[in-house]
């Protein structure tokens, strides 16, 4: 009977042990093997990356930077000081290809130069800066014949050639932002010539506008406001191209715009 008894004991504690190993096998199964679990994977932002950053400017004297004092080189040495100061921008490398004097036909004959045409194959922007001589050149040759008819059409043959330019350069490169600074009138300070040449400006800007709208990665920045609206002296001593001061804030406007 004892051993009858001892054998049934044996056999219960045998059962409980054999369901406390599948009651803790089955615990054992709820927790993951191992603590590295998958995730998807998570793309940084790209204003993470540091970038560096190719600009080149053409075109006229603006570009160049005649009437800045510092001799820098107008607003192209404002801009860059601007982006380097931004967290995203690692560093910042400026080309400058503006010639003073230059209509936008000279702007077509210098974009078949290797090096202009090397520089604006690898730029991440190309700024422009054309029109102004191409305006001024209707003024000398009807100075004592002006009417808006006459600078009129001559801005239809400026759209042409500035379309022209853009398919040169979009030819050479293909993804880069192309920006375009506006025409702006010098003779602000003129108040009888202030309303006439003003509504030309526009006009002309206007053109470029529609140009523009053409193309991809393309950018307007207007500047005329600038001149008219600041109570600062802008202009350089030949009261026609802009002073140190108007440079700088040109090149804030042109920086404002592509930051947007």
């Known amino acids: 009977m004892l051993r009858t008894y001892s054998v049934i004991c044996f056999l219960c504690f045998s059962l409980f042990i054999i369901s406390s190993c599948s009651s803790q096998a089955e615990k054992v199964s709820l927790v993951p093997e191992s603590k590295h679990v998958l995730r998807e994977k998570v793309h940084a932002p790209s204003q993470f990356f540091l970038q560096e950053l190719k600009i080149v400017g053409i075109g006229d004297s603006l570009t160049e930077g005649i009437g800045d004092t510092t001799k820098n080189g107008g607003y192209l040495f404002f801009l860059e000081d601007y982006l380097v100061n931004e967290k995203t921008i690692k560093t910042v490398d400026t080309k400058n290809f503006g010639v003073k004097g230059h209509k936008t036909t000279d702007l077509l004959k210098r974009l078949k ?105 393309t950018t307007f920045v207007p500047v005329d406001d600038i001149f008219i609206s600041s109570e600062e002296k802008l202009l350089y001593k030949d009261e026609f191209h802009p002073n140190t001061r108007g440079y700088e804030l040109i090149a804030k406007r042109i920086f404002d715009t592509i930051k947007e």
């Open 113 to 217: 130069n290797n090096e202009i045409k090397g520089s604006i194959a690898e730029a991440d922007i190309v700024i422009i800066t054309i029109g102004g001589n191409d305006m001024m050149k209707v003024t000398k040759e009807n100075i004592f014949n002006l009417s808006f008819e006459t600078f009129e059409d001559e801005q239809e043959d400026y759209g042409d050639r500035l379309n022209d330019i853009l398919e040169e350069i979009r030819g050479l490169n293909t993804t880069c932002e192309i920006v375009l600074v506006g025409l702006y009138n010098p003779f602000y300070s003129f108040l009888d010539l202030l309303n006439e040449l003003n509504l030309v400006v526009q006009t002309w800007n206007n053109k470029s506008i529609e140009v523009l709208s053409q193309y991809e990665g």
